[in-house]
């Protein structure tokens, strides 16, 4: 039946394969086994039960407490020529009656509907009447009462299932601790042989944690390095969300609020317009993201702190649920550590407590020096199996020197002990500063000898150093009210029987350059393609009254600007068309893609996915060749390429060698500018070619008596190849281009 199901991946959602936990937790529902799949936004749960559902006989019903969310797969699924319908307050009594009737007939295939109205006596009688085959809950955190987001109606499910007896069940989360996930078996009545718990790392996320100095000009730099993207900036208050539109309106960035001040009107408005790209950003409090499915959200700005890593982990995840690159940024500030502080003062017992340890796990996530995919992931109970994951700005930057800061740690250790080992490190640093606040008074804190001996650093470097004492274990801090104490590791610190290596920054590291980072699950495109292709998905998205990503994706939209496809065949290898899709709109978009290759004299190459790739290479170096080979062929230089591609020349040498290897042409001509020979040195290097074959270099080199670099050799070979690709034959000195170098 897996065979089965991997081809309704590929020919109804137009996916090449399974991703993460699919396979296992799709061949263990058709097995007809209780499932719960814990699988990161945007790691393909949906699929998990939308495939079982083509393959039942009977209906497949789906819990969601999202009415929005519910409405945006629903007109997904209806993209893809899957009948489904749902069930809510938000459709007509009409419409309503209609897709009673669709259940009743056996129509539908799917039926999306609130836990609410799954309880509801008529409609429990309409299920007991049909074929029920799957029974899908989804955000199944809100079973439990130790999830984040708890919902009594939720645990009434168990109930239901009682009277849909032949459903299988399969529970689906984005986050849930190892405590939830007991609850949730425990209430649906999964086995634990059932349990699917994928990676909670989101390789495509680029995250970057910056010190928030000028906040404001800071959001304008980062919405600039994205004129034509949307994006979610998220603010701590109403007050502040309501400040920062009008400023960024004012500089003509196109944003609407979103918070709980506003009517539920302007919310649903402002929703979907952002939805519909009719607007680019949202400027919102925490309640904004949960109720949709936008898969082509670029950015996502922290402008305050967040009050947890599992609330910062939530609402990174509304990006990139493409698989395309998306950029995480968090603004990070002491003051901002100040009100969250301030808003655990009212908590009391183990609620303090457990907002004291979620405030330092995110203290230990913004003020790390390593990855920070190290911490992120321990907080989920996941270990991060490398050094580094080349997506954060830590990972990215530019290796920082340590310095001996075992002076600073003996003073700091000595000021929390003769402080009493009850203090915090505002405090502590307070003293270290000779700072005359208020309470360094009330205690008398100015008379001790450690009073105003840390003047030669900032307060800014004193964090720093207090965070890597508690990193390295020279100390603890109490969760509940943030005091410091000494381990026994500090009196060898004191004694000098221990140095102390760290980092100290003058200012902090400047965020790396999102152009440093890898790009992920799209290859290099054509930009001005891609632009024609969006333009052209928001007047379908428009006619049909959709939002554009239902139409297509992102990700298809820049396959297509890759390997630009010139016929349905080749559309039918790009990622995320399906069959249905190519029917209703494939002619709609190869006749973009084919007026653009006119009006850029574009020959047509055959482009499209390739497979596996000689050699075993990967998809994207290979997608990468196809760019470089086209782009180059079009008449954009070497330089150009290395620009856009964001590699060394050098780099792209290699595509082009490898474009060439695989039998493709590539205009030899273009090679000209890079070759300093004369057109006798050339002669000698073609005559070294013909001899000795073009494979190793090495041979070569050794036959001109190493008077040619590697470097000029490389580009000599590529010409050399080239001319044979065009002519079938070595043209050696008879060409006239080397007749020009003479």
């Known amino acids: 039946m897996i065979e089965r199901a991997r081809g309704i991946l590929r020919s109804v959602f137009g996916f090449d394969d399974f991703i993460s936990l699919q396979r296992g937790v799709i061949e263990s529902v058709l097995g007809g086994r209780d499932s719960l799949a814990v699988m990161p936004t945007g790691g393909g749960k949906s699929l998990c039960y939308q495939i079982p559902a083509l393959i039942f006989d009977g209906l497949t019903v789906v819990v969601s407490p999202l009415i929005a969310l519910m409405k945006d797969q629903v007109e997904q699924l209806r993209q893809h020529g899957v009948p489904a319908v749902l069930l809510n307050s938000s459709i007509s009594a009409d419409v309503y009656r209609h897709n009673v009737e669709q259940i009743r007939r056996g129509e539908a295939k799917l039926l999306y509907l609130a836990p609410e109205t799954l309880l509801r006596p008529q409609l429990l009688a309409l299920l007991e009447s049909v074929d029920v085959s799957c029974l899908a809950v989804d955000e199944a955190h809100c079973i439990s009462e130790w999830g984040h987001d708890f919902r009594p109606e939720y645990r009434q499910i168990s109930d239901v299932r009682i009277k849909l007896p032949n459903a299988v069940c399969i529970a689906l989360t984005a986050t849930a601790t190892a405590r939830v996930r007991k609850d949730i078996m425990s209430v649906l009545g999964v086995d634990d042989?059932?349990?699917?718990?994928?990676?909670?790392?989101?390789?495509?996320?680029?995250?970057?944690?910056?010190?928030?100095?000028?906040?404001?000009?800071?959001?304008?730099?980062?919405?600039?390095?994205?004129?034509?993207?949307?994006?979610?900036?998220?603010?701590?208050?109403?007050?502040?969300?309501?400040?920062?539109?009008?400023?960024?309106?004012?500089?003509?960035?196109?944003?609407?609020?979103?918070?709980?001040?506003?009517?539920?009107?302007?919310?649903?408005?402002?929703?979907e317009r952002f939805v519909r790209d009719e607007v680019r950003v949202i400027v919102a409090t925490i309640a904004f993201g949960m109720g949709i499915d936008k898969s082509n959200i670029r950015f996502v700005l922290h402008y305050d702190l967040p009050k947890n890593i599992e609330s910062y982990y939530q609402e990174i995840g509304r990006s990139g649920r493409d698989g395309m690159r998306?950029?995480?940024?968090?603004?990070?500030?002491?003051?901002?550590?100040?009100?969250?502080?301030?808003?655990?003062?009212?908590?009391?017992?183990?609620?303090?407590?457990?907002?004291?340890?979620?405030?330092?796990?995110?203290?230990?996530?913004?003020?790390?020096?390593?990855?920070?995919?190290?911490?992120?992931?321990?907080?989920?109970?996941?270990?991060?199996?490398?050094?580094?994951?080349?997506?954060?700005?830590?990972?990215?930057?530019?290796?920082?020197?340590?310095?001996?800061?075992?002076?600073?740690?003996?003073?700091?250790?000595?000021?929390?002990?003769?402080?009493?080992?009850?203090?915090?490190?505002?405090?502590?640093?307070?003293?270290?500063?000779?700072?005359?606040?208020?309470?360094?008074?009330?205690?008398?804190?100015?008379?001790?000898s450690t009073y105003g001996i840390g003047m030669e650093l900032s307060r800014r470097q004193w964090h720093q150093v207090a965070r890597q004492m508690l990193h390295r274990g020279f100390m603890v801090q109490d969760p509940e009210i943030g005091g410091l104490s000494l381990t026994p590791k500090a009196w060898d610190v004191f004694r000098g029987q221990e140095a102390v290596f760290g980092r100290l920054d003058d200012a902090e590291a400047p965020p790396a350059s999102p152009d440093a980072a890898p790009q992920s699950g799209a290859p290099a495109y054509d930009r001005n393609l891609f632009e024609a292709l969006r333009r052209k998905r928001k007047e379908l998205a428009d006619e049909a009254n959709v939002p554009p990503y239902v139409v297509f994706s992102d990700r298809t939209l820049a396959e297509m600007a890759a390997y630009i496809p010139r016929n349905a065949d080749a559309l039918l290898r790009i990622h995320g068309i399906g069959r249905a899709k190519l029917d209703r709109y494939g002619s709609v978009f190869l006749e973009v893609i084919e007026k653009h290759c006119r009006e850029h004299s574009m020959e047509d190459k055959g482009g499209s996915p390739p497979g596996p790739g000689p050699a075993g290479r990967g998809s994207t170096r290979r997608m990468r060749e196809i760019v470089t080979g086209q782009g180059f062929n079009s008449g954009k230089t070497i330089e150009s390429l290395a620009r856009e591609l964001n590699v060394r020349e050098s780099r792209i040498f290699d595509y082009l060698l490898s474009y060439l290897q695989d039998g493709n042409p590539l205009r030899a001509e273009g090679f000209l500018p890079h070759i300093s020979l004369s057109g006798q040195g050339m002669e000698r290097v073609t005559e070294a070619f013909k001899t000795l074959g073009s494979q190793m270099l090495k041979p070569i080199y050794e036959a001109l008596g190493g008077e040619v670099g590697y470097d000029d050799l490389r580009i000599l070979r590529l010409y050399f190849l080239s001319l044979q690709e065009s002519t079938g034959v070595a043209q050696g000195n008879q060409d006239p281009k080397w007749q020009e170098k003479a």
């Open 326 to 448: 998306a950029e995480c940024v968090l603004f990070f500030s002491y003051g901002d550590i100040h009100k969250i502080k301030h808003w655990i003062k009212d908590k009391e017992g183990l609620e303090r407590r457990a907002a004291n340890l979620q405030l330092n796990a995110l203290l230990q996530f913004a003020e790390s020096d390593f990855c920070r995919r190290i911490p992120l992931l321990a907080y989920f109970g996941e270990a991060f199996p490398h050094e580094q994951c080349g997506m954060c700005d830590n990972c990215l930057a530019a290796e920082r020197p340590t310095v001996d800061l075992t002076v600073p740690a003996q003073k700091f250790l000595s000021c929390v002990r003769r402080t009493g080992e009850r203090f915090g490190i505002m405090h502590t640093i307070d003293v270290l500063r000779g700072s005359k606040a208020e309470k360094v008074v009330k205690f008398g804190h100015q008379r001790l």
């Open 193 to 271: 042989s059932s349990e699917f718990v994928a990676s909670f790392n989101r390789e495509n996320l680029l995250i970057h944690v910056v010190p928030k100095e000028k906040p404001f000009h800071q959001a304008c730099e980062l919405l600039r390095r994205y004129p034509n993207d949307s994006g979610i900036i998220y603010c701590s208050t109403r007050k502040q969300v309501d400040q920062l539109c009008v400023t960024l309106s004012s500089e003509g960035f196109s944003v609407s609020p979103y918070h709980a001040g506003l009517t539920d009107g302007e919310r649903e408005l402002n929703q």
